[in-house]
């Protein structure tokens, strides 16, 4: 599948910040197996433009939603019930979010495999339930995860998306989007009266082939604990994952990265109709998001949400390594993956360079604070690596033109 995400050009200021969250660890809040898992084993990943963009909160009780960021849309339009033919409506809330995070870490995973776009649930619904990260003890009631599960997987695996990239406007732009259904086949066994009742048959789904592409062409690492023990915030558990996926890309910069609250509610509070709701909702998620990723720093400035680069070593998920014989005979040793190490390569400026940087742009009629995360963003999604930050960024300030990404 192309790819069709661009990010919005944010400005980047210099800031002196303080961590107001809660500094304490997650293996202090998580129980002794679970610290002790291997951090592949923790490792879960996302698709770039199920980051971006994001699902509802709340029930939508339409047939299509959209979100948009940027230049970027994503739609969601209701499938039918195969038994009625009546829309099932739009996956909402946690549960989806989950299940998609677990089935886009399988489809990495299963990447270059055999039936490589068939994913197994388990032999009981139990057993999925535990997959995805949810309880199979919260009883068989209206509210409990077993019966919610079977309401949104049935939305979400009817849903179809479509991701679009709009450029210019009606009279002089360019549309590029691709329409996906998520599954091309499902098969569940499962008795929902006896969560725990195996089957002859293992349940599964098959994946459509586009939007299998789509989940395993620009995957995003998380750390699959931290988003689980989100699960019970929507917008915590969307603020995370877009926070983290920042931050990868922000590296060592010291002017880190300064969002509006205007933007941050068009992208992640649309369902609120009072500003200071979303204010309010925004302050106890990042609450929560503070509770698991403890090194995040972050301020709710007057004008907006301030967040300061964090190391490469403090971030929750760490660059895979991939185990090789560089010489036959010899001992294998550990070396980071190409993709690992483009993520978080180093394209720190430093204060003197950025002195002269910022003349050269005013003299070009530019503004370097808008265009740096612009060029961040195309040396990431193009897969540039860069030797010498400031040189390349000179030239991207030079050749840069607004109809294109340099």
Known sequence: MPDILDDVPEHLRPMELTNPGKD?????????????????????????????????????????????????????????????LEKVGIPYGSIPRLVLLWLNTEAVRKQGKENEREIHFGNTLNDFLRSVGLSPTTGGGKRGDAARVRVQCEKLFAARFTFARIEGDDLSGSTNSMKMDVAKQVYTWWDYRNPDQGSFWESYIVLDEDFHRALVA??????????RALKRSPLAIDLYSWLTYRLFRLGNDYRGVT?????????????YSRDDNFKAALKEALERVSDVFSAIRYELAPHGLIVAPVSAKDLPVQPERKIVSAVPGKAAVQIESPVAHHVFQNLTISAKDWKRIAKLAENLGKDAHQLFPLWKAWVFDEKVQVANPAAHFIQFLKRHDSSRKF
């Open 259 to 271: 969002i509006s609250y205007s933007d941050l509610k068009k992208q992640f509070g649309s369902e």
């Open 24 to 84: 304490q660890p997650l293996a202090a809040r998580t129980s002794e197996v679970e610290s002790k898992r291997e951090p592949s084993q923790r490792r879960g990943y996302l698709a770039r433009e199920l980051v971006q963009c994001t699902l509802p909160h709340r029930d939508p009780k339409a047939d299509t939603y959209s979100r948009t960021d940027g230049n970027f849309r994503m739609i969601v339009e209701s499938g039918l019930d195969a038994r009625t």
């Open 218 to 227: 620009n995957p995003v690492p998380f750390d699959i604990d931290h988003l």
